[in-house]
């Protein structure tokens, strides 16, 4: 049975707890991605994140994202997570795990994941900016 | 003009559901909304006559019930309609 696992928090991530459950003796490889709050976009100080998210959906979206990972790449197996809420500096927004017989499918799986995860899953980003502004930005307007 | 037709034309009811950008444009996060609209596209040019939504159709996904679908899916009474302007996930 592969693990696939997609989740929304709105409490922190544990980055130990998360890639616990992808433990799996067949596994060769294990490779993560932690997408962590910046405090600069586009020139701006930013001070803290926003995410909003359209729970239903983004659920169902985020475990056919994981799967087509899994099928795509023949990943022993693979999991995600992404907070939504109030975010401070270095946090970590997003959690990306997947896992393979060899690197090479873990590497492609893991980036598979979380770049599909940016254009599809439907949840949005405000940025608060050291001067008291703050904006919707969304994936075509910022450098990945 | 047809059953069908004419049934097409009465306004039926269905349920916005509004995220991010297009929620604080029309200041509420839902809403319960009879109209006349045949499709979600025409759903939403009514609705960006009333709440001034400044993207175009084009930038936008739709969901119905909870599943994405194209803009020209015919509205059912009954449905929960989101649209989704440009996502920002990671």
Same mark, same amino acid.
């Given at each position: 049975?592969?693990?696939?696992?997609?989740?929304?928090?709105?409490?922190?991530?544990?980055?130990?707890?998360?890639?616990?459950?992808?433990?799996?003796?067949?596994?060769?490889?294990?490779?993560?991605?932690?997408?962590?709050?910046?405090?600069?976009?586009?020139?701006?100080?930013?001070?803290?994140?926003?995410?909003?998210?359209?729970?239903?959906?983004?659920?169902?979206?985020?475990?056919?994202?994981?799967?087509?990972?899994?099928?795509?790449?023949?990943?022993?197996?693979?999991?995600?997570?992404?907070?939504?809420?109030?975010?401070?500096?270095?946090?970590?927004?997003?959690?990306?795990?997947?896992?393979?017989?060899?690197?090479?499918?873990?590497?492609?799986?893991?980036?598979?994941?979380?770049?599909?995860?940016?254009?599809?899953?439907?949840?949005?980003?405000?940025?608060?900016?050291?001067?008291?502004?703050?904006?919707?930005?969304?994936?075509?307007?910022?450098?990945? | 003009?047809?059953?069908?037709? &004419?049934?097409?034309?009465?306004?039926? @009811?269905?349920?916005?559901? =509004? #995220?991010? /950008?297009?929620? *604080?444009?029309?200041?509420?996060?839902?809403? &319960?909304?009879?109209?006349?609209?045949? @499709?979600?596209?025409?759903? =939403? #040019?009514? /609705?960006?006559? *009333?709440?001034?939504?400044?993207?175009?159709?084009?930038?936008?996904?739709?969901?119905?019930?909870?599943?994405?679908?194209?803009?020209?899916?015919?509205?059912?009474?009954?449905?929960?309609?989101?649209?989704?302007?440009?996502?920002?996930?990671?």
């Amino acid at each position: 049975m592969k693990i696939c696992q997609f989740s929304l928090s709105a409490e922190p991530l544990s980055p130990v707890l998360l890639s616990r459950a992808l433990s799996d003796t067949a596994a060769g490889a294990f490779v993560s991605f932690e997408g962590w709050v910046r405090n600069h976009n586009r020139g701006k100080t930013v001070v803290a994140l926003e995410y909003e998210v359209y729970q239903a959906l983004a659920l169902k979206e985020g475990e056919r994202i994981v799967a087509e990972a899994i099928a795509k790449f023949g990943l022993i197996g693979a999991g995600a997570c992404h907070r939504y809420g109030l975010l401070g500096l270095g946090e970590i927004a997003v959690w990306v795990g997947a896992t393979a017989p060899h690197r090479c499918q873990a590497f492609a799986g893991a980036a598979y994941i979380i770049d599909e995860i940016k254009h599809r899953l439907p949840i949005w980003k405000k940025e608060y900016y050291a001067t008291g502004s703050t904006a919707w930005v969304h994936c075509s307007e910022h450098s990945h | 003009m047809s059953v069908a037709n &004419v049934s097409d034309c009465r306004p039926k @009811t269905v349920r916005l559901r =509004y #995220f991010a /950008l297009l929620r *604080e444009q029309a200041k509420r996060d839902n809403e &319960v909304r009879a109209t006349t609209a045949r @499709t979600c596209a025409e759903l =939403y #040019f009514e /609705l960006q006559k *009333e709440y001034s939504f400044p993207l175009p159709l084009s930038q936008m996904k739709v969901a119905v019930n909870e599943e994405f679908v194209g803009p020209e899916r015919p509205l059912q009474a009954g449905d929960e309609v989101v649209f989704i302007p440009p996502v920002a996930g990671g």
